[in-house]
């Protein structure tokens, strides 16, 4: 994410270079200890309707792209399914 999109919620690139550099060498259980309780306001959880409340949230905080990504709970194919049939939708 670009240095302007992340300012819109308070972070910056620097936020993530310790995680980021913790996961290039492997280290996942310190990459997962390094995130922040700030880092975690960009995660997207919930149901369909929290999803498209936080991307909302997100938009109007000046965010214009969001990416799908790991990890997306105990079943990844029916998180893949409800954000196509339910989340995309609602933004066309």
Do not use: C, N, W
């Not at 308070?10 to 993530?16: D, E, R, V, Y």
């Not at 060498?25 to 498209?52: C, F, N, W």
């Not at 997100?58 to 998180?79: C, F, H, K, N, R």
Request: glycine letters at 12%.
């Amino acid at each position: 994410m670009d240095e302007e999109a992340l300012g819109t919620v308070g972070l910056s690139q620097a936020h993530f270079s310790e995680t980021q550099r913790l996961v290039t060498a492997g280290d996942y259980t310190g990459a997962r200890a390094a995130v922040t309780e700030e880092m975690t306001q960009l995660a997207i959880v919930g149901s369909p309707k929290d999803a498209i409340a936080k991307i909302e949230m997100l938009a109007d905080a000046g965010i214009t792209q969001v990416s799908m990504g790991g990890p997306l709970g105990p079943d990844p194919g029916e998180a893949v399914r409800l954000f196509g049939e339910q989340v995309i939708p609602y933004f066309r």
